[in-house]
Every structure is written in C-alpha cells, then in structure tokens.
C-alpha cells in the first residue's frame, strides 16, 4: 500500500492555506475608546478575510504596530490621544507606503478631507457608518479604491480640482492605454470594471494605475481624477 498519500493531501491542504493566507486582509484599528475599539474588533473579525485584527490605542502604539506588522489597512480615528488621525496617516505612509489608511470621523469640512486625501487617506467615513460599509470600504481600499461618503464626494472632488497645484504636462507623456484607463478613473468605474471593460487584467490595471499616479505625481486615484479633470477630462457615462 502506497505510504505516501497523508503527504500529498497535506500538500493540498497546505497550498489552500497560503492560498487564503494571502487573501487575509489584515486591519489595524487605532482608537483610544477601548471600548468601541474591541467591539469593533469583534465585529470584523466575522469577516473570513479580515484577519488578523489588531488595536493600538495611541499613536505611539500605531506607527510600532505599522512598523512591526505592515497592515495592508488601518482604521484611525480622527483624534488618537489628543493626535490627529491625519497628521497620523502621513507617518503610516512614511513607514509602510503600501498600507492604506481609513479615517472614522463625525462631520468634517471638505478642506480637512481634501487634507487627509493628500496624506494619503484613501476612505473617509463617519463614525456612525453601518459595519456591513465598514467592511466594504476596507475591501475595497485594500484593492486600491477609495471609498468617501456621497454628501461629501462631490466637495472634495470640486476642492481638488480647484486647490489642486497646476502640474504642467503632467498628463502629456501617457501612453493610449494609460489614458484609456484614466478616462475609465473619470467615469468613477472600479479596477474590476475597467479590467472588463478594456479586456486587461486586474493586476494589469493596477499596474496601469501604479504608472499613471507616478507620472502625475499624486498619491491617491482621487487627486489623479481631479488632474484629470484640470486637464479637460470629462466623465463619458450618461
């Protein structure tokens, strides 16, 4: 009788393991209310593919942890222990530029949004947000989106255009294809959509992107689209 059988099943299952290991989300919460921070935990770690969860309780304690474990995403409060959750952002950044950064917050003006997006901020929600949005958001900056509450969407995306520095031909070196993908960014489509919609795969669009945020010289898909609408982009969609 062959002997070597439990050997090849645990290949399997060890394949399937890092399979889903490399699908885990992991999210770093920030918050000094202990409280909320753990039931927030408790929440997402519903989530399959959020794991591992972890909290810091000061911003002492998130830049260690960012350090340490390169979160692909943090959840920052907009005020940690008297430090502001912005401020805190552009040191994640520093540290761990491929970790993205989501903000909780009450109602803020548009221009201290537009300050978080140019630290690096890539989702801007109220504290009140359903956790099912929460959990959406983080998914969805985890794949390189952004995700801003619709009231407030339109404001930041005006205040960029107009408060934007000017960036002479920053958009005159791109490629046909990077300009189609940017024009698909203006008609507000997901990296999904624009990978079906131009026959490209996900990463191929993601590495698109990557190209297009480095020639402009932005940071966030946000300040590429309102570039792009300095440059006369309009949205094609009806």
């Not at 959020?50 to 943090?74: C, F, G, K, M, N």
């Not at 890539?122 to 959990?135: E, F, G, I, Q």
Request: proline letters at 4%; a positive charge; aromatic letters at 4%.
């Amino acid at each position: 009788m062959r002997q070597e059988a439990p050997s090849d099943l645990g290949g399997v299952w060890t394949h399937a393991h890092q399979q889903a290991a490399a699908s885990n989300i992991s999210v770093l919460l920030g918050d000094d209310h202990a409280i909320f921070a753990e039931a927030l935990k408790v929440r997402l770690g519903r989530e399959a593919d959020l794991h591992p969860i972890s909290i810091a309780y000061d911003a002492e304690q998130v830049r260690a942890r960012v350090t340490r474990d390169r979160p692909r995403v943090v959840v920052l409060d907009i005020a940690l222990a008297g430090v502001s959750g912005v401020a805190l952002a552009g040191h994640v950044r520093e540290i761990s530029p491929e970790t993205r950064v989501v903000i909780l917050s009450g109602v803020e003006p548009a221009t201290a949004i537009v300050a978080a997006v140019r630290c690096g901020v890539r989702a801007w929600l109220s504290k009140t947000v359903r956790p099912d949005d929460l959990v959406r958001a983080i998914r969805g900056v985890a794949r390189g989106e952004a995700w801003f509450a619709p009231d407030v969407l339109g404001q930041v995306l005006t205040a960029l255009v107009h408060r934007a520095p000017e960036t002479p031909g920053a958009l005159a070196a791109l490629t046909p294809r990077e300009t189609e993908v940017l024009q698909c960014l203006v008609n507000g489509m997901t990296r999904d959509q624009i990978a079906r919609g131009l026959h490209l795969t996900t990463n191929t669009v993601r590495t698109h992107i990557q190209n297009l945020l480095a020639k402009s010289g932005v940071h966030t898909t946000l300040e590429l689209t309102a570039l792009a609408f300095r440059h006369g982009f309009r949205s094609t969609q009806r």
